[in-house]
């Protein structure tokens, strides 16, 4: 069964501190994910993809396929960061489908 | 370019009653979507389409149907709303698998 699994519904660290959301997923085959944000009554928007494998806004995830996960990771929290941020799978034959985790709440404290 | 855009913003229901959603995209993409989001459980798929005249049922599909007659315009039904039905629905279109681009969200209430 397809699945993304965020462990944590909030985290909440300090302006400057460093910051990993985790994001595992359970999938047979070559999956594509990614990491959208969601800032406060905005809509849902495209963070990061990680066949791009690029950092945006600072951030960056590496997809390792031994532990099955896709964390989302920032050296410097700023606090502008704070948002809700969703790892999604597409995984293949799904028609475009994307999987979601239910989402983890950043909070960056100043 | 508008890119996705959803009517209305808001909306209050009371129980048993209807209404349409309608989302509308300008980039000529081929896929829609319509997700529900609700606090803890993330956002779940309602229902899609792969092309225009085409839909199919995604995750949580009871209590809604779905039409989609023009490739621009996809357009979420709820013919009878329950309060469980209380949710923020998001649209998004996407060209074949690639990335999905989302709606501003309309926020329901069912009394």
């Known amino acids: 069964a397809q699945r993304v699994t965020q462990p944590e519904k909030l985290l909440s660290v300090f302006k400057g501190a460093p910051v990993e959301l985790k994001c595992n997923y359970s999938y047979s085959g070559s999956p594509e994910l990614f990491w959208y944000v969601q800032y406060s009554r905005q809509r849902l928007q495209l963070l990061l993809r990680h066949i791009s494998r690029e950092s945006i806004k600072g951030f960056t995830a590496d997809l390792n396929k031994g532990e099955t996960s896709f964390h989302l990771k920032k050296p410097f929290a700023q606090e502008e960061d704070s948002a809700m941020y969703y790892c999604?799978?597409?995984?293949?034959?799904?028609?475009?489908?994307?999987?979601f985790g239910k989402g983890t709440k950043l909070s960056v404290k100043p | 370019n508008a890119g996705v855009t959803q009517t209305p913003k808001f909306r209050v229901l009371k129980t048993g009653q209807s209404m349409t959603l309608l989302c509308a995209q300008d980039m000529n993409h081929e896929y829609m979507y319509w997700y529900r989001q609700d606090p803890g459980m993330g956002l779940r798929l309602i229902h899609y389409s792969v092309g225009e005249g085409t839909t199919a049922k995604g995750e949580v599909p009871d209590g809604y149907n779905v039409s989609r007659l023009k490739k621009q315009n996809f357009l979420l039904g709820l013919e009878s709303a329950a309060p469980s039905q209380t949710s923020v629905y998001f649209c998004a279109s996407s060209s074949s698998r690639q990335v999905q681009y989302f709606g501003p969200g309309t926020r329901l209430t069912v009394t």
């Open positions: 999604a799978l597409n995984g293949r034959g799904s028609q475009g489908n994307l999987i």
